[in-house]
């Protein structure tokens, strides 16, 4: 069977843009949904966090499963199990009937989710060497700007259709992605029977360069720490610099998605420029630079100087996802891809749990500015790391 990988990665794109706005348009009103389903007052917050928080954590926990059934059944299979699992519960939170029954079916998002590392599976399997970085990078701009349109698409529907429609209205269109990914995703694939398959240990005995795959998956958790760590605290900060309550949501709804819109243009550019010079170099470029602007980041004076700065952060993002993406490709044993890149996710979502952690116990304990700073050492220990990994390969344009 002759494999279109071209559509495949269009509608793959298509998939992560609605599966990373499902995951991140509650973010607006969550807090509002917790309250009218009763929740005490004094512990919306709490509830709240643990609503957004839960989904990631859980999603940490299966990742390795679901990576371990497509190396067996195919990357297309569980891309459709996980587009219609989601369907299924994020449908289901228009009709919980408390709080509980909220945090239970975001959590069973989790665990049900995976259509995107699966999806990143997929495309590098099937995408020509040459041209794997740019494939992988285009990709990578999926989720972004899902992430990146989901908070004001998730705001802007509440608006106007009410919380518990918002819920429909994703499970619905995540019920057209399963449909698309259904009839419209081609793979060419054997199934391997589980004795056959390689174990984890194995998979990394086969790898040539294993070490450098442990500082891939490191780097996964640092830069989403690096993402979420400001989560916490942005709008305060914002009203910090600013002294006006008047605007201060939109600011950093503008501020937060400004780093988006960067990644997205730079993504599939900087992917295409790994594939001529090496994405190892690109990966610590982009590292160098998101340090550089982590740490002016504490001694802004106003909030558009911040937005400055997030703005040059998202071309570092850029380099990054697509860089790791295409490593671990390069790097992996065709067998075992599928749970290379889940264990990858797995760090990912580690990531998203530790960032708001992290975020909000700095701002607490030493203030907001020290947010950044701390977040830059995560990323000065990143570039240590990866220096260190890859020595032998910077004279070199390519790792194999």
């Not at 069977?1 to 509608?11: A, F």
């Not at 607006?28 to 007052?41: M, N, Q, S, T």
């Not at 512990?43 to 499963?65: D, K, N, W």
Request: proline share 4%; net charge positive; charged share 10%.
């Amino acid at each position: 069977m002759k494999v279109d990988w071209k559509r495949n990665l269009l509608i793959s794109w298509i998939g992560c843009f609605f599966t990373g706005a499902s995951f991140s348009l509650v973010m607006p009103f969550i807090p509002i949904y917790i309250e009218e389903l009763g929740a005490p007052k004094n512990q919306i917050e709490l509830f709240s966090g643990l609503a957004i928080s839960v989904t990631a954590f859980a999603a940490a926990i299966v990742a390795p499963i679901w990576g371990n059934l497509a190396d067996q059944k195919g990357r297309r299979l569980m891309m459709i199990r996980a587009s219609i699992g989601m369907t299924l519960t994020m449908g289901s939170l228009a009709f919980v009937p408390n709080v509980y029954w909220l945090l239970i079916m975001r959590f069973f998002t989790g665990v049900l989710s995976g259509y995107v590392p699966n999806a990143t599976a997929l495309i590098a399997s099937q995408a020509p060497r040459e041209k794997s970085g740019w494939a992988l990078g285009t990709l990578a701009t999926g989720a972004i700007a899902g992430n990146l349109i989901g908070p004001s698409m998730g705001g802007a529907l509440a608006e106007g259709f009410g919380i518990k429609n918002v819920f429909i209205i994703t499970g619905v269109v995540l019920f057209i992605t399963s449909l698309l990914t259904i009839f419209m995703v081609k793979e060419d694939f054997v199934p391997i029977e589980k004795q056959e398959m390689l174990t984890m240990k194995q998979l990394f005995e086969k790898m040539t360069n294993s070490q450098v795959m442990i500082g891939l998956f490191i780097t996964s958790l640092i830069l989403q720490i690096g993402i979420t760590s400001i989560s916490p605290i942005l709008t305060l900060y914002i009203r910090q610099l600013s002294g006006d309550t008047g605007n201060v949501l939109f600011v950093s709804g503008m501020i937060v998605s400004i780093a988006g819109v960067s990644a997205i243009i730079s993504s599939p550019i900087l992917g295409r420029l790994g594939d001529r010079i090496g994405n190892h170099k690109i990966l610590l470029g982009g590292l160098v630079f998101s340090l550089l602007c982590f740490i002016p980041m504490g001694f802004v004076q106003t909030p558009f100087q911040l937005g400055v700065l997030r703005f040059l952060l998202g071309f570092s993002t850029g380099a990054l996802m697509p860089s790791v993406n295409t490593l671990i490709s390069k790097i992996s044993p065709p067998e075992g891809v599928s749970r290379i890149y889940s264990y990858n996710q797995m760090f990912m979502n580690f990531g998203q749990v530790l960032g708001p952690l992290v975020g909000s116990t700095v701002a607490h304990s030493m203030g907001y500015p020290a947010v950044f700073w701390v977040t830059s050492c995560f990323v000065g220990f990143n570039i240590c790391l990866s220096l260190v990994n890859f020595r032998k390969y910077l004279k070199k344009d390519t790792i194999s």
